[in-house]
């Protein structure tokens, strides 16, 4: 299995505290049949933002300590990028960590407000030849009265992905209905754990695969397709 969402890198956001954390992470991945995850720290523009160098040499680092603690595991840079007007301008420069240096570049917005000039910038880098995977949409609030945006989205070329979380129940009621509704309408090409911390389990990427089989939602096979073709660059067609 590939997981393209994680806050495994140790010290960089509100996901792993230590490379003990990330560690740990990474053991709980590798139990649960991981054999490969994205390193996507959150990147906001006032907050932190590591350039695509700094996230691959700690990536690296981290990497080294996941062979020396004996763990098969591949890790490859990424982030996980806040929406800003100026984000076109920064992707152009090179600035913005996309998935594994791919053209896949993932997302996330504030849970209230998707921002009036959101579509712009979801324009903006599609000029670039970037395409966007908007992570989560199913624990934003401002998309439980306007599914609509999301229709929007794909029909641009960009891609969604949910949490395998959400499936389990893990962000509450409301967001597992509108993950399940998502999947049953083929509005999702990608799950991710969008995994925080070592000792809790949020639900892995496995649990939320066989949720989908057991809730008799399927498609499954599509979402590691599709995560195999991120990490490689290959297109995705929704
Ligand atoms: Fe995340």
């Given at each position: 299995m590939i997981d393209i969402h994680s806050h495994i890198l140790p010290g960089v956001d509100d996901g792993s505290k230590n490379m003990e954390e990330s560690l740990q992470i990474a053991r709980r991945m590798v139990e649960s049949g991981v054999e490969q995850v994205v390193a996507t720290p959150h990147y906001f523009p006032h907050d932190y933002h590591l350039t695509p160098a700094e996230v691959r040499d700690r990536t690296a680092i981290l990497q080294r300590e996941i062979v020396a603690a004996g763990l098969e595991l591949k890790v490859w840079p990424g982030a996980e990028i806040y929406i800003s007007r100026d984000l076109g301008r920064k992707a152009s420069n090179k600035q913005l960590p996309t998935l594994n240096n791919s053209r896949y570049i993932?997302?996330?917005?504030?849970?209230?407000?998707?921002?009036?000039?959101?579509?712009?910038?979801?324009?903006?880098?599609?000029?670039?030849?970037?395409?966007?995977?908007?992570?989560?949409?199913?624990?934003?609030?401002?998309?439980?009265?306007?599914?609509?945006?999301?229709?929007?989205?794909?029909?641009?070329?960009?891609?969604?992905?949910?949490?395998?979380?959400?499936?389990?129940?893990?962000?509450?009621?409301?967001?597992?209905?509108?993950?399940?509704?998502?999947?049953?309408?083929?509005?999702?090409?990608?799950?991710?754990?969008?995994?925080?911390r070592g000792d809790r389990d949020r639900g892995t990427l496995k649990k939320g695969l066989e949720a989908l089989e057991k809730q008799r939602i399927g498609r499954d096979e599509n979402f590691m397709e599709n995560a195999r073709k991120v990490i490689a660059d290959e297109i995705i067609i929704p």
């Amino acid at each position: 299995m590939i997981d393209i969402h994680s806050h495994i890198l140790p010290g960089v956001d509100d996901g792993s505290k230590n490379m003990e954390e990330s560690l740990q992470i990474a053991r709980r991945m590798v139990e649960s049949g991981v054999e490969q995850v994205v390193a996507t720290p959150h990147y906001f523009p006032h907050d932190y933002h590591l350039t695509p160098a700094e996230v691959r040499d700690r990536t690296a680092i981290l990497q080294r300590e996941i062979v020396a603690a004996g763990l098969e595991l591949k890790v490859w840079p990424g982030a996980e990028i806040y929406i800003s007007r100026d984000l076109g301008r920064k992707a152009s420069n090179k600035q913005l960590p996309t998935l594994n240096n791919s053209r896949y570049i993932l997302l996330e917005f504030g849970f209230e407000n998707f921002p009036p000039y959101g579509n712009d910038v979801l324009y903006d880098l599609k000029v670039l030849g970037l395409t966007p995977i908007i992570s989560h949409p199913e624990r934003y609030l401002f998309l439980r009265k306007k599914d609509v945006l999301l229709e929007e989205w794909l029909a641009e070329g960009a891609l969604i992905q949910i949490n395998s979380g959400s499936l389990l129940g893990f962000y509450g009621k409301r967001a597992q209905e509108r993950a399940r509704f998502y999947v049953k309408n083929d509005l999702v090409q990608l799950m991710g754990s969008d995994v925080h911390r070592g000792d809790r389990d949020r639900g892995t990427l496995k649990k939320g695969l066989e949720a989908l089989e057991k809730q008799r939602i399927g498609r499954d096979e599509n979402f590691m397709e599709n995560a195999r073709k991120v990490i490689a660059d290959e297109i995705i067609i929704p």
